[in-house]
């Protein structure tokens, strides 16, 4: 695709303002660079929910990587740092942050509750709670099993509604949406749930196949999904066909766009070295973040862009592109095909590190592996000292026996044990002087 059709494309998203209201992954070392200065923000750009009238951050809170208590042992289980997650919370919420994303089998099934927890020192009308049927597990996915999963979320979320729910990551075969919402009878329940108010908006999250989707949007007649999580991001655009498409698709059946992976896992706040060189030439005073969110922001149709804020860096710095957000102009667009253009040339493991392959039977640290193995794999001659601090020894990717358990789950359809084979081979290769 030439520069041309890439921003004939991206035309029809350049003016999100024209939709979008003004009322009123770790990259912390970037974001610390940046001088965050309360005073010098403005108010928070909101889209606007045509059914509800509600008034959404264009910033979402995603909580899939909430902070974590230090640990005195390695293999001291992980518990929530829940002092800071009520902390980030309020924080969000003071700089106009209104949309918090969670799930049921987010941070080891304990998202939900940290979330609620948090959100229960607040006026229920000051905020909006997202949260997933997540059946994925055979043993919940019967009509009384998904129905206690979606009565808990009420539970440990400790709210009388529900304002978005969303049929968790659709997309590895009509069979399998069949399977899990249709024939156990859950989403005829659902939709008599949105009817009494229980439920405000009901939608799902997809990662898949294009024919999935369009199996879905051929039911939105008889649905009517109220807003779709997608997929979205600058390398995406370019590189995935599917991406445009299931956009393009949503605005022609006017459904508001939620976006998840607008970093994509943190791969778009860590670009190449002389790629951020040039990044910050540009725009000097925002972060290397900054680029992908905008991007996001400046599409119309998008009623929010998720950010899993583990640190208050994170959250400081996201605000600096949303309050108020500067859309993107061609120019940027332009600028935004040739970075996109410069990491094509120099491929990785598409990993988000979403989590979903976790926890690995035989202990390997998948998304840690993988995010090593991207950012270091062009410097070699350093690879080993930092692989083996990261990554403890037996979780690394010599460990792997190729079971392909991890692989049912990923929403990015790596194959994750030949990615394995071919680390480890890497790293031998390493160790034997051959690179």
Same mark, same amino acid.
């Given at each position: 695709?030439?520069?041309?059709?890439?921003?004939?494309?991206?035309?029809?998203?350049?003016?999100?303002?024209?939709?979008?209201?003004?009322?009123?992954?770790?990259?912390?070392?970037?974001?610390?660079?940046?001088?965050?200065?309360?005073?010098?923000?403005?108010?928070?750009?909101?889209?606007?929910?045509?059914?509800?009238?509600?008034?959404?951050?264009?910033?979402?809170?995603?909580?899939?990587?909430?902070?974590?208590?230090?640990?005195?042992?390695?293999?001291?289980?992980?518990?929530?740092?829940?002092?800071?997650?009520?902390?980030?919370?309020?924080?969000?919420?003071?700089?106009?942050?209104?949309?918090?994303?969670?799930?049921?089998?987010?941070?080891?099934?304990?998202?939900?509750?940290?979330?609620?927890?948090?959100?229960?020192?607040?006026?229920?009308?000051?905020?909006?709670?997202?949260?997933?049927?997540?059946?994925?597990?055979?043993?919940?996915?019967?009509?009384?099993?998904?129905?206690?999963?979606?009565?808990?979320?009420?539970?440990?979320?400790?709210?009388?509604?529900?304002?978005?729910?969303?049929?968790?990551?659709?997309?590895?075969?009509?069979?399998?949406?069949?399977?899990?919402?249709?024939?156990?009878?859950?989403?005829?329940?659902?939709?008599?749930?949105?009817?009494?108010?229980?439920?405000?908006?009901?939608?799902?999250?997809?990662?898949?196949?294009?024919?999935?989707?369009?199996?879905?949007?051929? =039911?939105?007649?008889?649905?009517?999904? /109220? !807003?779709?999580?997608?997929?979205?991001?600058?390398?995406?655009?370019? &590189? *995935? @066909?599917?991406?445009?498409?299931?956009?393009?698709?949503?605005?022609?059946?006017?459904?508001?766009?939620?976006?998840?992976?607008?970093?994509?896992?943190?791969?778009?706040?860590?670009?190449?070295?002389?790629?951020?060189?040039?990044?910050?030439?540009?725009?000097?005073?925002?972060?290397?973040?900054?680029?992908?969110?905008?991007?996001?922001?400046?599409?119309?149709?998008?009623?929010?862009?998720?950010?899993?804020?583990?640190?208050?860096?994170?959250?400081?710095?996201?605000?600096?592109?949303?309050?108020? =957000?500067?859309?993107?102009?061609?120019? /940027? !667009?332009?600028?935004?095909?040739?970075?996109?253009?410069?990491?094509? &040339? *120099? @491929?990785?493991?598409?990993?988000?590190?979403?989590?979903?392959?976790?926890?690995?039977?035989?202990?390997?640290?998948?998304?840690?592996?993988?995010?090593?193995?991207?950012?270091?794999?062009?410097?070699?001659?350093?690879?080993?000292?930092?692989?083996?601090?990261?990554?403890?020894?037996?979780?690394?990717?010599?460990?792997?026996?190729?079971?392909?358990?991890?692989?049912?789950?990923?929403?990015?359809?790596?194959?994750?044990?030949?990615?394995?084979?071919?680390?480890?081979?890497?790293?031998?290769?390493?160790?034997?002087?051959?690179?």
């Amino acid at each position: 695709m030439d520069r041309r059709e890439f921003l004939n494309r991206l035309g029809t998203g350049t003016m999100a303002v024209g939709t979008a209201t003004l009322l009123g992954c770790k990259n912390g070392n970037e974001a610390k660079s940046l001088t965050f200065d309360p005073a010098s923000l403005g108010t928070m750009t909101y889209g606007k929910n045509p059914k509800t009238g509600d008034n959404v951050s264009l910033l979402g809170y995603g909580m899939m990587r909430l902070p974590m208590m230090e640990k005195v042992k390695e293999d001291d289980p992980d518990v929530i740092d829940q002092e800071q997650v009520n902390h980030l919370v309020s924080e969000a919420l003071k700089y106009g942050v209104n949309y918090f994303d969670t799930s049921p089998v987010y941070c080891q099934g304990h998202s939900e509750e940290s979330t609620g927890i948090a959100l229960s020192k607040h006026k229920r009308e000051d905020f909006f709670v997202a949260t997933k049927l997540s059946n994925f597990d055979p043993s919940v996915q019967s009509f009384e099993g998904s129905r206690q999963m979606y009565l808990n979320s009420f539970k440990n979320l400790q709210v009388d509604y529900l304002d978005y729910y969303l049929l968790h990551a659709i997309g590895g075969s009509v069979d399998d949406f069949k399977h899990r919402f249709v024939d156990n009878g859950i989403l005829d329940y659902l939709l008599k749930e949105r009817e009494t108010g229980k439920i405000r908006n009901l939608g799902f999250s997809f990662h898949g196949q294009t024919a999935v989707f369009d199996y879905l949007m051929e =039911l939105h007649a008889t649905y009517h999904w /109220d !807003f779709v999580q997608i997929q979205m991001n600058y390398f995406d655009w370019l &590189s *995935n @066909p599917q991406t445009q498409h299931i956009y393009e698709s949503l605005l022609a059946h006017s459904i508001p766009i939620i976006i998840m992976e607008p970093l994509l896992g943190g791969r778009l706040a860590n670009v190449p070295t002389n790629l951020a060189k040039e990044m910050k030439q540009r725009e000097p005073d925002r972060s290397i973040a900054s680029w992908a969110f905008r991007f996001c922001g400046s599409k119309l149709g998008v009623l929010t862009a998720l950010s899993g804020m583990t640190y208050l860096e994170h959250l400081q710095d996201n605000l600096m592109s949303f309050c108020p =957000l500067k859309p993107l102009t061609n120019e /940027d !667009f332009n600028f935004l095909h040739h970075i996109t253009e410069e990491m094509m &040339s *120099n @491929p990785r493991i598409p990993c988000t590190g979403c989590q979903y392959c976790m926890p690995c039977p035989y202990g390997l640290d998948i998304p840690g592996i993988f995010s090593y193995y991207n950012k270091h794999k062009d410097t070699p001659e350093n690879f080993l000292e930092g692989y083996n601090t990261d990554i403890p020894l037996i979780r690394q990717a010599d460990h792997c026996i190729g079971c392909g358990k991890c692989m049912t789950h990923c929403p990015q359809q790596i194959s994750i044990p030949e990615q394995m084979l071919e680390i480890d081979k890497f790293v031998e290769k390493i160790k034997q002087g051959k690179i």
